[in-house]
């Protein structure tokens, strides 16, 4: 008995010491984004608009690109208010040329790219019957190879100073394939093994990797993201889920939560609650995991509707959809240049 009390002691006293010298060393890594450059792609509207925000009252100077123009427009001249320098470039991540282009002329413009924010990405619903090779192809050029030829272009720069953050925002659908986004977790999956991977690559260059799975947050985007099927049923059921406060988060604290790990070049964090349990709960029960989402899938709306076609969430509008039951998002869209004016 008298053995065991003190085995837990020592294993306590280990556990702590472990705790205190890994606070310490978070510490000792943070990163001051003062004058720094900071390089967002997708940072017009929605998350990587409030991650600008979030840099901007950090004293960084902003790099957004981004494929609408006007959204562009509009950030740039919202950011303008938080008196840091910004520059916004059109750029579809998909097209390798552009990409390249980009981070030239933001390197040329800026004199160095500090921290990147692999932020752009689409999302496809619908049953699987509805997706196409394209819908796949689309997924993967832009939540992993947008990414990965990004990645490379910055790389040499931060390699020969010694010092850098790439910062990757992946999913809960990275961790945790779900019905109805196959084309979306399947590329998510690819960019979470990416990031991981290049973290334990590139420690001895002093650049710090880290790898952001957010669970559904209140961004405003499900207006802008496309929807196959019937369009109607499954934009409803994706803004409701994205509205209720116990299942999504705010953006703003996940934007915050964001800047914070890339602040002290932590190589995870899992944004939300129920993100959290689910990464936890399929780690240790993972043939359970899938068998519970194939009854959730038996919910969800079947084959139909427009079948491979694509409708916006913003022409996916029903009764339910635009309910009291998706104020949230409904809000978040008007604050986050989801809507046009």
């Known amino acids: 008995m008298q053995r065991n009390k003190r085995n837990l002691a020592g294993l306590a006293l280990g556990v702590g010491a472990f705790l205190g010298v890994r606070a310490l060393v978070r510490r000792s890594r943070a990163y001051d984004f003062r004058g720094k450059v ?6 017009s509207r929605g998350l990587g608009l409030l991650l600008a925000r979030e840099f901007a009252r950090e004293g960084a100077q902003l790099a957004l690109c981004a494929r609408n123009s006007d959204e562009l427009d509009r950030a740039l001249d919202e950011l303008a208010d938080y008196g840091v320098p910004a520059a916004g470039l059109h750029c579809d991540v998909t097209d390798r040329r552009q990409v390249e282009q980009m981070v030239d002329t933001f390197r040329l413009y800026f004199g160095h790219i500090d921290v990147l924010v692999n932020n752009a990405g ?3 619903t619908g049953p699987m019957e509805t997706m196409t090779l394209a819908d796949y192809d689309e997924a993967m050029r832009t939540h992993y190879w947008g990414p990965v030829v ?3 272009a910055v790389l040499p720069e931060m390699k020969k100073r010694g010092e850098g953050r790439i910062v990757n925002i992946t999913s809960i659908g990275g ?3 779900v019905p109805h986004l196959l084309p979306y977790c399947g590329s998510k999956f690819a960019l979470v093994g990416f990031s991981e991977g290049l973290r334990a690559e590139l420690a001895k260059d002093g650049i710090a990797v880290t790898t952001v799975v957010p669970g559904l947050m209140r961004t405003g985007s499900p207006r802008n993201a496309t929807f ?9 059921w994706f803004k409701i889920s994205d509205s209720l406060p116990l299942v999504s988060m705010s953006a703003q604290r996940a934007a915050r939560n964001i800047v914070s790990a890339c602040r002290h070049g932590d190589a995870e964090v899992v944004l939300s609650l129920p993100a959290k349990a689910a990464v936890w709960f399929h780690g240790l029960f993972p043939g359970l995991t899938s068998d519970l989402l194939g009854v959730v899938n038996r919910g969800l709306p079947g084959p139909g509707g427009i079948g491979t076609q694509r409708a916006r969430g913003s022409e996916s ?5 635009e309910s009291w039951l998706t104020g949230l998002t409904q809000q978040a869209a008007r604050e986050n240049n989801q809507v046009p004016v």
């Not at 196959?228 to 409803?236: N, P, T, V």
């Not at 509008?317 to 959809?321: I, P, Y």
Request: net charge positive; glycine share 10%.
């Open 38 to 43: 900071v390089l967002i792609t997708g940072g």
């Open 317 to 321: 509008e029903s009764a339910l959809s």
């Open 150 to 152: 990004a990645t490379l």
């Open 122 to 124: 689409v999302i496809q």
């Open 228 to 236: 196959k099927g019937q369009h109607r049923a499954e934009y409803a």
């Open 175 to 177: 961790k945790v394939s």
